[in-house]
């Protein structure tokens, strides 16, 4: 019997809900923990699972975006930059990304979000020394950025990936903070709370 293989083709909006549900998953996962190593450890993922569910749900709804262009060069124009440029270069230069607030609000948690992953991605060892009376220890680092996560992180890291996500929608459609839900319904797969 021949061995079956996937089409490999699906609605653009499978990747987030794969995503959003397996964030969701993880952070039901850590709520019911009480082991605080595998409550942070678990909740480093939750911080690179939100990113990976923003910049994907990003790359797509900007792809779906780039076909109503009736300009063929910008249309061409916007999908190599979705498939070349980065996150930091969309937020600079795409307009609907331009018009979130990173100061305050949802664009301030998502910019910490992408800081807190940065931190832990390009992690810049210290080299420190304590002392004690009667003894002192050398060459220690700073790994405040992974002990001090917790369950309560872990929530907020997905809270932000929906609010995130929503706030998008809400100005790349013109749509309304009462309609968001159910445009989140069609791109995370479920209501969020």
């Known amino acids: 019997m021949e061995e079956f293989k996937p089409l490999a083709k699906s609605g653009p909006n499978r990747l987030p809900w794969i995503y959003y549900e397996m964030l969701v998953n993880l952070v039901n996962e850590i709520h019911k923990e009480e082991d605080i190593e595998k409550i942070r450890q678990k909740t480093v993922i939750c911080v690179f699972l939100s990113l990976s569910l923003i910049e994907t749900f990003i790359n797509i709804y900007f ?20 498939n070349k440029r980065g996150i930091d270069w969309k937020i600079d230069n795409w307009p609907v990304l331009q018009k979130i607030d990173y100061g305050q609000g949802i664009g301030q948690k ?48 997905l809270e932000t990936a929906e609010n995130f996500i929503g706030e998008i929608i809400c100005i790349g459609d013109g749509m309304t903070k009462d309609l968001i839900k159910h445009s989140l319904h069609f791109w995370l797969g479920r209501v969020p709370r």
Do not use: C, S, W
């Open 63 to 82: 792809r779906l975006f780039a076909e109503k262009i009736n300009d063929a060069n910008k249309r061409i124009q916007l999908i190599e930059e979705i």
């Open 110 to 157: 998502f910019q910490n979000l992408k800081k807190l992953r940065n931190d832990l991605v390009h992690y810049k060892p210290t080299y420190e020394r304590v002392e004690v009376p009667g003894f002192a220890m050398e060459g220690l680092t700073d790994t405040a950025v992974y002990d001090f996560l917790n369950k309560d992180d872990a929530f907020n890291f």
